[in-house]
DNA sequence: TTCGTTAGTTCATGACTTGTGAACTAATGG
DNA sequence: CCATTAGTTCACAAGTCATGAACTAACGAA
């Protein structure tokens, strides 16, 4: 039968990455949890994208397109290890790109979580 | 007839502004550009909605909307004066909850905006 | 007072997005 | 070659967003 199916794992180049996409990619509270994790344990982390998040009780389709999505948005760079994912952040490309944003994102989401009453509409 | 029209203009408390819905707000391109304007315009600037808008070939009901998503996520405060509508940032606020952030932000956002080639999805 | 204008909101709806189960691929281990 | 694990793709229901139409609310002029 031989179905090609080559499946590209798109990453966009460093001057594609834009502040909007970025902050779209990170106001979503799972994938701003996911990389908050993989870029707190010690930048460039490596990881296996569904271990680092224990499954979180979402199906795996959900976390697959949340992971494409921080993918494409330039934050991670995802490489296939066999059966298994594994991601890490792009961290001297962005702090090239947007100086210090992400690092005082990630630090405002540590120090606030947890503790806003409501949420956005 | 005497219908009772109160339009309450909600701003959550500090307390109550998140990461999250701050990155949402600021996802949108005419939310960043119009809050990069209030913002730059040397902070905390009061400025009529529709005038620093300079309507952007959008139509009032879209901006309206923009506004209040900018105003419930605790970005900026409006007021009514007569019939305009007049906004400025909750800088202070927003620096004393979550540090260096916006200001990061919007730094990156000048920096490289125009420039993107490409964007998310 | 009433009319007109300006500035903005609300509502309804159609178009787009997002989350998810089902079915699939692809690598590895018996 | 079958089973398992890890992940992707697809289709579609449910939710969100953008916008025109209709409205409010303040003000100025006659």
Redesign the interface.
């Known amino acids: 039968m031989l179905k090609i199916f080559v499946r590209p794992l798109h990453h966009?180049a460093a001057?594609?990455?834009?502040?909007?996409?970025i902050?779209?990619?990170?106001?979503?509270?799972v994938r701003?949890q996911i990389f908050a994790e993989i870029e707190s344990a010690d930048c460039p982390q490596i990881c296996s994208n569904f271990l680092v998040v224990a499954k979180k009780e979402l199906p795996k389709s959900t976390l697959s397109q949340h992971f494409k999505?921080l993918r494409?948005?330039g934050l991670i760079r995802s490489e296939r290890k066999g059966v298994e994912m594994h991601s890490t952040t792009r961290c001297t490309e962005l702090r090239d790109?947007?100086?210090?944003?992400i690092r005082?994102?990630i630090?405002?989401?540590q120090?606030?979580?947890g503790?806003?009453?409501?949420?956005?509409?």
């Open positions: 966009p001057r594609d990455i834009s502040v909007e996409g902050l779209y990619a990170l106001s979503d509270p701003m999505i494409e948005s790109r947007f100086g210090p944003m005082a994102i630090a405002a989401y120090k606030t979580s503790q806003a009453k409501k949420k956005r509409s």
